[in-house]
Nanobody, 118 residues
């Protein structure tokens, strides 16, 4: 499988971005999908996840601001990010893994940079 992220960029605090992750090689319908981020000096952390059965979960720091969604017909996962804060600055990675399998054992995209700054 190959995952390609897009949609990152520079945005002012309070602004919005929509990240996209297009998967190829396998239908995402059987996979759990997630967005992770890694800031310099920090470990990679889960931002949001959408399981193959439709459940979602979010990091406490982004609840109410970020929304993950999946379009199975287009083999694409989105992350809508609103009210962005400087602490959201990081490289954002898309992840795909089979249910009940460690996400680290799944597939990763190359990452897209999100910078929140005035």
């Amino acid at each position: 499988a190959q995952l390609v992220e897009s949609g990152g960029g520079l945005v002012q605090p309070g602004g919005s971005l929509r990240l996209s992750c297009v998967a190829s090689g396998a239908a995402i319908t059987i996979y759990d999908m997630g967005w992770y981020r890694q800031a310099p000096g920090n470990q990679r952390e889960l931002v949001a996840a959408a399981t193959q059965d439709g459940s979602t979960n979010y990091a406490d720091s982004v609840k109410g601001r970020f929304t993950i969604s999946r379009d199975n017909a287009k083999n694409t996962v989105f992350l809508q990010m609103n009210n962005l804060k400087p602490e959201d600055t990081a490289v954002y990675y898309c992840n795909q893994h089979l249910p009940f399998v460690d996400p680290g054992a799944g597939y990763w995209g190359q990452g897209t940079q999100v910078t929140v700054s005035s």
